[in-house]
């Protein structure tokens, strides 16, 4: 509890000081690719490793222990020719929970189709407001929204200023040639993920990300029936989310990184049982697609 409580101390109050703020673990690999170099792949794995870990991306003073925990898979699947290549992002950011040595997750999310050019040993180049690669772009676009994302969590729309950026990010990558970074491409893609979360309309959605784990999971290991009471008054919130906005890109990442943890959370045998079944009816309605994983709430399994 102590290092979290320093780490909000020194980030709003000290926000003059710079420090490293990512502690990411990346992984590049190539399983579909035989009879290719692998050497370009570990160079571009310590590359990207170096980019997330040793750029200052906000004007906070974090120490070493206080570093946000996050994880960057990247698999390619295939290289069309020496510098280009395309594949997956598997991209999930952790967050500590007080009082405890569990981490909970705030994002578990795949970018299916990145395409990106990389020529070996050349430096991993980002400014903001320019559009240097769609490596750097969207390896930019992720940092900013993981800063969002765990601010959020911490205190009411603290992550706005990190949205603002990726959103930034977003406008100098409309003339990218890769996919990813347009309205029209789908609403399932880095412009609509940062564009859902600074839309007023969808205030509840973040609104949620406070209460659930600041009032919620940040006081259950004390105080366990006040902070069970601010996560089941929090689904409400994704509740609303879901009837005004069905299929809502953001409310999906956010059942994503969270059905798991729901279940367990509620799986508690001392759990009433009216409050499993209004949890399990609300989280049937807003996500029905895992209506089997929230009746084992009510099965005990």
Not at 15 to 23: N, S, T
Not at 100 to 125: G, H, M, V
Not at 188 to 212: H, T
Not at 256 to 274: C, G, H, L, T
């Amino acid at each position: 509890m102590r290092k979290i409580i320093l780490f909000l101390v020194l980030t709003l109050v000290i926000p003059h000081l710079k420090a490293q703020e990512l502690d990411c673990i990346v992984s590049v690999s190539a399983p579909r690719l035989e009879g290719t170099d692998k050497q370009v792949f570990e160079t571009l794995q310590t590359a990207i490793y170096e980019f997330m870990n040793n750029r200052t991306w906000a004007n906070y003073n974090v120490k070493v222990e206080e570093r946000i925990e996050c994880t960057i898979l990247l698999t390619i699947n295939d290289r069309p020719s020496g510098d280009d290549f395309r594949g997956t992002m598997n991209l999930v950011l952790r967050r500590p929970v007080f009082n405890s040595a569990y981490n909970t997750i705030l994002l578990n999310y795949i970018d299916r189709d990145f395409a990106f050019k990389y020529i070996e040993y050349q430096p991993l180049d980002f400014s903001e407001g320019a559009f240097s690669s769609n490596l750097t772009s969207t390896l930019a676009f992720y940092t900013f929204m993981f800063l969002g994302l765990y601010f959020d969590s911490f205190a009411l729309y603290a992550g706005t200023p990190f949205f603002e950026k990726a959103q930034e990010v977003v406008n100098t990558a409309q003339s990218a040639q890769e996919s990813g970074w347009k309205a029209f491409e789908g609403d399932k893609n880095r412009y609509w993920m940062v564009v859902n979360l600074l839309n007023p309309a969808n205030s509840a959605l973040r609104e949620f990300s406070y209460i659930y784990h600041r009032q919620g999971l940040d006081q259950m290991y004390e105080r366990v029936d006040l902070g069970r009471g601010n996560v089941t008054e929090s689904l409400g919130l994704l509740k609303k989310i879901s009837d005004e906005r069905p299929g809502l890109f953001s409310l999906q990442l956010t059942l994503d990184a969270k059905k798991d943890e729901f279940v367990n959370i509620y799986s508690d045998q001392r759990v009433p049982p009216m409050e499993k079944n209004n949890v399990v009816n609300i989280l049937k309605d807003i996500d029905p697609a895992n209506s089997s994983k929230y009746q084992a709430i009510l099965e005990g399994k």
